[in-house]
């Protein structure tokens, strides 16, 4: 065979190779969100019962009405398919009747939002400021998703007012800590997440916090050069 002909069937073959690679790391991730949205649904499957349950003994007075999740989904602009996802997000442990209840789904709500949350503003930071040095794109980034920058989040779209707390927090003077509605932020962005994945949890996020313009006393605007 002459050696052109070899040269083709070897890039052919590192073509199909190339291919096949690519095809298991994108079956690889979807397994890995499958399985982690598989996880939080299972919870939430518990945490319905749990909510019934309070429900009934509590006739339903402390739980966010179908009302109320149509007040927060206008607000954050995202309709969810399963509004239990919301529901979960928006109630604090302390509101659940039974100690050590799927409070957990909550907190793993939280835990992905954290993580969401710390790509789609990596993505904003790059698309803005492509020049900048990695150290103050990551000053940038530690800024935008502090626990403070989310707590002001929540409190700008009045997600508090819709927390749900349980008896000891509402007897409590101090009321909310910054800790809990930064928390609740978190939950709620990783419920969209779960919910409807990644690209709607950043269309929510970008449209409702475009990069502020304090930010340039971290990161000089690039001269000369567009990203």
């Known amino acids: 065979m002459h050696p052109t002909g070899f040269i083709f069937i070897a890039s052919i073959l590192e073509s199909l190779g190339r291919s096949w690679l690519s095809s298991k790391a994108q079956a690889s991730r979807r397994s890995t969100v499958a399985s982690a949205r598989f996880q939080v649904d299972r919870s939430l499957g518990d945490a319905q019962d749990l909510f019934r349950y309070s429900d009934k003994k509590q006739q339903g007075s402390t739980l966010p009405s179908k009302e109320r999740l149509e ?67 990551t000053a940038a980034r530690s800024r935008l998703v502090s626990r403070e920058m989310c707590r002001r989040r929540a409190t ?48 929510m996020y970008t449209t409702l916090f475009p990069l502020p313009d304090s930010i340039r006393q971290i990161i000089r605007p690039p001269v000369g050069l567009k990203c």
Not at 81 to 99: D, E
Not at 129 to 135: D, L, R, T, V
Not at 173 to 197: H, P, Q
Request: proline share 3%.
């Open 71 to 137: 007040e927060v989904e206008k607000i954050i602009g995202y309709t969810f398919h399963n509004q239990w996802m919301l529901r979960l997000a928006l109630v604090h442990s302390s509101a659940f009747p039974v100690p050590g209840a799927p409070c957990s789904s909550g907190i793993s709500l939280a835990w992905m939002g954290d993580a969401a949350l710390n790509l789609i503003v990596s993505e904003q930071l790059m698309a803005a400021y492509c020049s900048a040095s990695m150290g103050e794109l």
């Open 156 to 203: 700008e779209l009045k997600l508090n007012q819709y927390l749900v707390v349980g008896p000891s927090i509402v007897s409590d003077k101090a009321g909310l800590s910054d800790s809990m509605i930064a928390e609740l932020f978190e939950s709620v962005l990783g419920a969209v997440y779960v919910d409807g994945g990644l690209d709607r949890a950043r269309e």
